[in-house]
């Protein structure tokens, strides 16, 4: 059995819930032909890629306000139900096209699988975004369920969507590991009751992720190995 990783080695996991941008895929590059499609359409400037960085992980409808907000719209509201459909035309038509998966993604969570843990992928992104997602990168096998941003009433930093993904897999929140990039899936984490390490690579809303409250901050998947219920006992 591989060793889990050492800031794990007190806890007993049965499941682990996975984020999806930033943790898995690098999908900057979609959300900025995407976004650029849309203010194209709307005859709005255009906004740099590095500026839509800090924009992502609280949902497609928070990421398209920021937007907005940043191109100076004076009434964002008045705008937001033409802006959101052109946004969903422009991302659904290039889906996966700019997206990669990162280094050790595959390679850690079959790691974790083979060990036994069930896995699910739950992200702030609307589900008919994410599931063509992870079928166009070939990752849609390795788990179990998918919940997006619309499959509950809340999203993240919002306990209640790690909730349901926790009784979806029929595991204790003490004992499903939560895998994000950022404060928004640690909040999420601390108040639903389960463990929680971010890797260093993704989006933080423009803040030092180390500096957020997690078990750990690892450089890739493939340093996360934990040891399932099933085997420790």
Not at 44 to 70: C, D, F, Q, Y
Not at 115 to 132: E, I, V
Not at 148 to 157: A, M, T, V
Request: with cysteine.
């Amino acid at each position: 059995m591989l060793l889990p990783h050492p800031a794990l080695r007190s806890f007993n996991f049965d499941a682990a819930i996975v984020d999806l941008d930033g943790t898995m895929v690098d999908t900057l590059g979609d959300f900025s032909a995407a976004l650029g499609g849309m203010l194209a359409d709307l005859q709005l400037p255009a906004i740099a890629a590095a500026s839509i960085e800090t924009m992502v992980g609280k949902g497609s409808e928070h990421l398209i306000r920021s937007v907005l907000r940043h191109v100076e719209v004076a009434d964002i509201e008045a705008l937001f139900s033409q802006a959101w459909e052109r946004y969903q035309y422009h991302y659904l038509a290039i889906n996966g096209q700019h997206a990669t998966v990162y280094d050790g993604v595959r390679e850690g969570l079959q790691a974790l699988r083979s060990q036994g843990l069930r896995l699910a992928c739950l992200t702030n992104k609307p589900l008919s975004f994410a599931q063509p997602l992870l079928r166009a990168k070939g990752l849609d096998g390795l788990f179990e369920h998918v919940f997006g941003g619309d499959s509950f009433e809340r999203k993240k930093p919002d306990p209640l969507p790690l909730l349901k993904t926790c009784e979806a897999l029929g595991s204790a929140p003490a004992q499903t590991l939560m895998i994000g990039d950022s404060s928004n899936d640690a909040k999420a984490a601390r108040a639903a009751g389960c463990p929680v390490v971010l890797v260093s690579y993704g989006y933080n809303h423009g803040e030092p992720v180390r500096d957020v409250d997690a078990e750990a901050c690892i450089d890739s998947l493939q340093e996360l190995t934990v040891v399932p219920t099933a085997l420790s006992a």
